[in-house]
Every structure is written in structure tokens, then in C-alpha cells.
């Protein structure tokens, strides 16, 4: 019932917009459901044409469930473009029949701004964080987004590196979990939960470690592994859907075949082993600013714009 709940709901909200006299050209809706079909419903309503933006778990997850599944390929057979944050994610649509000059890959970007290198010593010390090596792991506290890997993989390190220390930032319904498995492990006095943080405060805590761990089973293009590198730390990641793309070079960090902490350790210990000088995991992410995907999307969308007023019942 989501999308159609969400088109109705919507429909009122445009329809008001259109009666005060402004009025639009395309639709842009991301995450394929329930929003892209709740857009592909509003714009069979409203006769514009729309795009949906694919951006993890709307393909990788929702797909396995048999009526959502087919919402979303009626909604990508009418959408005038599919987009993929990552090459990953377009091969799901790809496998639908979708015509290939509707398939866009248009990743995500980071905000270089925002999300910038500070003296490591200097945040350390504002922060009050100790060890050697300091690691960071960022994300909602579900199991899906492998904390408790992270968490595992630090027991494992404390063999090679005593003062290892582990940061968890984040809130959600495994913190119990996670605390009860780092007092099994021993590892307790090594873990710090911080609790939710506001992303612009991120930059502090980047800066302040030596590596990033991701450890999730699913993601499309995750966020933290460019916010850590555009602060200059290197990360060690799951090798899934988009994170290969993103994690392209040593000098960004390691990727992960096995999801499991004696795996994370050992690359972590292999990324330490030949760590890379900050400046350049600097200028890694700055490959990854937002112009780019800007530009492509703006071309698009005056595309569909230009092919709408050429063929105004297509």
C-alpha cells in the first residue's frame, strides 16, 4: 500500500502547487520503492515524465519480495530514465530489459567542504581519544551494517596492536548487542559508543582515526567511505555491490572478501602495514565531488525536457 498511499498523499500536495500557477517539467524521485512507483503514478496523473534514482537496498533488498518487484519493473518501464549510484546497481536494472538509453549510472559525491582533513593529533586530543591504531566505525547500530565485525576484528587486532582502540558512531536497536559482545570478547574498555552524531560534526572524528572500517552486507554507494577519505583516512571495507567503485586504489584502503573479523584484521593490519600518506587518500576523494554528477544530471533532465515539448503525448 506505500506507494500508492505516497502517490495520493503527493497528488493532493502537487495539484496545489499547479493551481498557484507554478508549474514543472520533471519528476525526480529516488529510491525505486515505494517512492519511484509512487512517482510513476503521479506522473501518469499529472502527464510528465519522471526518473528514478536507484540507491541500495530498493534493489539489492526489496526485488526478493514478488509484488514489489513487479511495481517497481512497471514503474522502471515507464520511467524516461533509471539511474544507479553505482555500476552494481544498474546491472539489476539492466536484468528488467530496460532499454539501455534509459540506464544512467550518476554516483554519489561528498561534500569536499564539509568534509576536510584537521591535524589528527590536534582532534585526538580535542576529542579525548588514545590508541594505536585508532579505528572508526559509522553507521545505524543495525546488524546489517556490521559493527559487531568491527567490534570482532579489534579483538582479533589487540594480539599485534595492545593499544588498539575502536570508535562506534551511531544509535540504534543493537547497542545492547554490541556492548554485551564487546564485554564477551574482553575488548569493553577498547570500544567507545558515541551515540548519534550530527553529520557535520563527522569531520572531527574522520580526522581523528587511522582507519575506517564498513563492514555492511548491503549497501548501494555508502557516504562514510568518501566523508572518511575526503578527511584523509584510508578505510577497510566489504567487498559488495558499489564499494569496489569507490575503494578503486590502495591509496583509498582495502576491500574485504569475507565478512568476518579475523578477515577485517587482517587488512586492516595489511593496510597499516603500508599506510598512505593522508594528503594522497585526500586527493583520492577529490575525484569524487558532486560537479560532475550535477552536470549529468541537469543535462538529463533538459533531455527528457527537450524530447517532452518535441513529442508532447510521448
Not at 565531488?289 to 527537450?306: G, V
Amino acid at each position: 500500500m506505500a506507494p500508492l498511499t505516497m502517490a495520493v498523499g503527493a497528488r493532493v500536495a502537487v495539484q496545489k502547487l499547479l493551481d498557484e500557477g507554478f508549474d514543472f517539467d520533471v519528476i525526480d524521485a529516488h529510491y525505486y520503492y515505494p517512492d519511484g512507483v509512487a512517482a510513476a503514478i503521479l506522473a501518469k496523473y499529472f502527464k510528465k515524465p519522471f526518473t528514478v534514482t536507484a540507491r541500495g537496498t530498493d534493489l539489492n533488498l526489496i526485488p526478493q519480495y514478488t509484488l514489489p518487484r513487479r511495481m517497481m519493473q512497471w514503474a522502471s518501464n515507464r520511467a524516461k530514465a533509471s539511474i544507479g549510484v553505482c555500476s552494481a546497481l544498474v546491472d539489476v536494472l539492466r536484468g528488467w530489459n530496460i532499454p539501455p538509453d534509459r540506464l544512467h549510472v550518476m554516483r554519489n559525491g561528498v561534500d569536499l567542504a564539509r568534509f576536510k582533513p584537521v591535524p589528527q593529533n590536534e582532534m585526538r586530543s580535542e576529542l579525548g581519544l588514545t590508541g594505536s591504531p585508532l579505528l572508526i566505525s559509522v553507521g545505524y547500530l543495525i546488524e546489517r551494517k556490521g559493527h559487531h565485525i568491527a567490534i570482532e576484528a579489534l579483538a582479533n587486532l589487540l594480539h599485534t596492536y595492545p593499544q588498539a582502540r575502536l570508535i562506534i558512531v551511531g544509535d540504534g536497536e543493537e547497542r545492547e548487542r554490541l556492548a554485551l559482545l564487546s564485554k564477551t570478547l574482553g575488548v569493553q574498555n577498547c570500544v567507545t559508543f558515541t551515540g548519534a552524531l550530527p553529520n557535520v560534526d563527522l569531520c572531527r572524528w574522520y580526522s581523528a582515526a587511522d582507519v575506517m572500517i564498513l563492514a555492511s552486507s548491503r549497501e548501494g554507494w555508502a557516504n562514510v567511505l568518501l566523508e572518511s577519505m575526503a578527511c584523509g583516512t584510508p578505510v577497510v571495507a566489504a567487498r559488495i555491490w558499489g564499494t569496489p567503485e569507490v575503494v578503486a586504489d590502495d591509496v583509498a584502503g582495502r576491500l574485504v572478501d569475507q565478512r568476518d573479523g579475523k578477515a577485517f584484521a587482517t587488512a586492516i593490519s595489511a593496510l597499516l602495514s603500508t599506510y598512505p600518506d593522508r594528503a594522497k587518500v585526500r586527493a583520492y576523494a577529490e575525484q569524487f565531488s558532486w560537479q560532475s554528477t550535477t552536470e549529468a544530471q541537469l543535462a538529463l533532465f533538459r533531455h527528457i525536457t527537450n524530447d517532452q515539448k518535441s513529442s508532447p503525448n510521448a
